[in-house]
């Protein structure tokens, strides 16, 4: 089985900063693919970026220049960092994992789920 556990969720002013963080334990995997998704209120869960084994990383047009991910293969970690903030920034976010290496940008592609964590951009 695999885990993913998200921290770094909180709340922050427009403007500001926060990394995410998103631990992988559990079963291995030679190579794997690691996405970031988010989720407001009453809307469909959509991709903040997606990065590749080899850490090609890609990004939802609306975060591109603001966000960056980031993963430390060794220690099984997946980074967000997210700067200048906006209140249309708040929603719960996702890490995720695809046994399938690649720039996966669809839900569906991915096979497991951390719990996700809250992030709240006050104005």
């Known amino acids: 089985q695999v885990q993913l556990l998200e921290s770094g969720g909180g709340l922050v002013q427009a403007g500001g900063t926060l990394r995410l963080s998103c631990a992988v334990s559990g079963r291995t995997f030679s190579s794997y693919a690691m996405g970031w998704f988010r989720q407001a209120a009453g809307k469909e869960r959509e991709l903040v970026g997606a990065a590749r084994w080899s850490r090609t990383t890609y990004y939802g047009d609306s975060v591109k220049g603001r966000f960056t991910i980031s993963r430390d293969n060794a220690k099984s970690t997946v980074y967000l960092q997210m700067n200048s903030l906006k209140p249309g920034d708040t929603a719960v976010y996702y890490c995720?994992?695809?046994?399938?290496?690649?720039?996966?940008?669809?839900?569906?592609?991915?096979?497991?789920w951390g719990q996700g964590t809250q992030v709240t951009v006050s104005s």
């Open positions: 995720a994992l695809s046994t399938r290496d690649g720039v996966l940008v669809r839900p569906e592609e991915y096979d497991y």
